[in-house]
């Protein structure tokens, strides 16, 4: 079974800082994705990183697909509460349609 | 504008009663597919349609059915809902097809289902 663990699950910050998610497997993808969600939606995706060793920036966002395309990782620089959410990685493995989700990394940036 | 629809938005309902959940998407995605969220376990996939007349099980499909008579509508089938199937369920689409990198998955607004 392919699984995507995403750290921390749980993350409070102050406006202002900056934080890391992760997102870590021990199996391969071909892309990786990644979904923001806010309460009462669905998840929205935000980016896809195909290339291992890519990244990816997206305003105050960057995102990065790991060279043996195992591992991805999202930084926020100057968070704001605006990108408070719930953040998922999905990682699509090869000879497969199917999008393996992490569990998730829900954001709390306080004003 | 294009939207993945889901119906109903919120259900309560009894053990054993027959409920299906519409989803229609008007992008003309061949890719449907259906997730249930549950805490701390993220997204885990129930079904998924490659094309009209075309389903194969996800990861948790035991307790569901699909059926894809439609290429924009892809309904999920609880035939006798359980206390266990009370979760959040998405809809999603894609225009992406077999074996190219993951495409954009669009997602309803989400179904929140209680099975009492």
């Known amino acids: 079974t392919q699984l995507l663990e995403q750290s921390p699950q749980f993350l409070s910050i102050q406006e202002g800082e900056n934080l890391t998610v992760y997102c870590n497997s021990s199996?391969?993808?071909?892309?990786l994705q990644w979904y923001r969600q806010e309460p009462g939606e669905g998840p929205v995706l935000l980016v896809t990183?195909?290339?291992?060793?890519e990244v990816k920036k997206l305003k105050r966002l960057t995102f990065q697909f790991g060279d043996a395309r195992k591992d991805s990782s999202l930084h926020i620089t100057a968070a704001q509460p605006g990108d408070t959410g719930l953040y998922l990685c999905a990682g699509h493995p090869y000879s497969s349609y199917k999008l393996i989700f992490g569990s998730g990394t829900r954001l709390l940036v306080r004003p | 504008e294009a939207q993945v629809t889901q119906n109903p938005r919120y259900l309560i309902t009894v053990t054993g009663k027959k409920l299906t959940v519409t989803c229609s998407q008007n992008?003309?995605?061949?890719?449907m597919s259906w997730y249930r969220q549950d805490p701390g376990l993220g997204l885990r996939q129930i079904y998924y349609s490659m094309n009209v007349e075309v389903t194969d099980k996800g990861d948790v499909p035991e307790g569901y059915k699909v059926s894809r008579k439609e290429k924009r509508n892809f309904p999920l089938i609880l035939e006798s809902p359980s206390p266990n199937q009370t979760s959040l369920y998405f809809c999603a689409s894609s225009l992406s097809k077999w074996g190219s990198p993951a495409g954009e998955l669009f997602f309803g607004e989400g179904s929140r289902l209680t099975v009492l």
């Open positions: 990183v195909v290339t291992g060793g």
């Open positions: 992008m003309n995605h061949e890719y």
């Open positions: 199996s391969v993808f071909s892309s």
